[in-house]
T-cell receptor
Framework: DGGITQSPKYLFRKEGQNVTLSCEQN?????MYWYRQDPGQGLRLIYYSQIVNDFQKGDIAEGYSVSREKKESFPLTVTSAQKNPTAFYLC?????????????FGPGTRLTVL | AQSVAQPEDQVNVAEGNPLTVKCTYSVSGNPYLFWYVQYPNRGLQFLLK????DNLVKGSYGFEAEFNKSQTSFHLKKPSALVSDSALYFC????????????WGAGTKLIIKP
């Protein structure tokens, strides 16, 4: 988990609310990623960014939004359009898109919709 | 299509015995393969990766993995299991046709019994 922080650790949301999950890294990595983890499933990519001020949709981007204004920060907003947001959210960073680089993960944020 | 499979949802091993967690993959080109471990309510920790070279890759905590091109497998192994190895293990393969994004297996729960 070292070098990547996520906050909060637990987050509760009421229906219809937008919430923002924080992800910060001090590894000087160019690439950052957001994944969603549900029980019994592998990680699913929500959004990724390979450079500041640029990001791409992953496999399940609907109902989510991101920004990448600073190299070290990649916040994820879960909007009210996401119909089933209860999940464990993982942020990761990597050196870039060379194909061989390793992704390093933060400790995760568990989001629960009340 | 690129894919990775972990055929066992759960593996049970007695402490001190060797362990194997299986992973098979399908990619169109050369695979870049990764193993990660996840402890409860934590982020993923990188264990090891295969890029090229020696088919036997050594990683953290005494784990190793053997790349077998003919069987398209990348099984994770450890000669002597510890109770503390109990965790969720994920195999991932790099999709070179999708801007180098990782494709994840569903995970295998490893239980080491004393």
């Amino acid at each position: 988990d070292g070098g990547i922080t996520q906050s909060p650790k637990y987050l509760f949301r009421k229906e219809g609310q937008n919430v923002t999950l924080s992800c910060e890294q001090n590894l000087n990595h160019d690439a950052m990623y957001w994944y969603r983890q549900d029980p019994g499933q592998g990680l699913r990519l929500i959004y990724y960014s390979q450079i500041v001020n640029d990001f791409q949709k992953g496999d399940i981007a609907e109902g989510y939004s991101v920004s990448r204004e600073k190299k070290e920060s990649f916040p994820l907003t879960v909007t009210s359009a996401q119909k089933n947001p209860t999940a464990f959210y993982l942020c990761a960073s990597g050196e870039g898109s060379s194909g061989t680089d390793t992704q390093y993960f933060g400790p995760g944020t568990r989001l629960t919709v009340l | 299509a690129q894919s990775v499979a972990q055929p066992e949802d759960q593996v049970n091993v007695a402490e001190g015995n060797p362990l194997t967690v299986k992973c098979t993959y399908s990619v169109s080109g050369n695979p870049y393969l990764f193993w990660y471990v996840q402890y409860p309510n934590r982020g993923l920790q990188f264990l090891l990766k295969y890029i090229t070279g020696d088919n036997l890759v050594k990683g953290s905590y005494g784990f190793e993995a053997e790349f077998n091109k003919s069987q398209t497998s990348f099984h994770l192994k450890k000669p002597s299991a510890l109770v503390s190895d109990s965790a969720l293990y994920f195999c991932a393969v790099r999709d070179l046709d999708s801007n180098y994004q990782l494709i994840w297996g569903a995970g295998t729960k490893l239980i080491i019994k004393p």
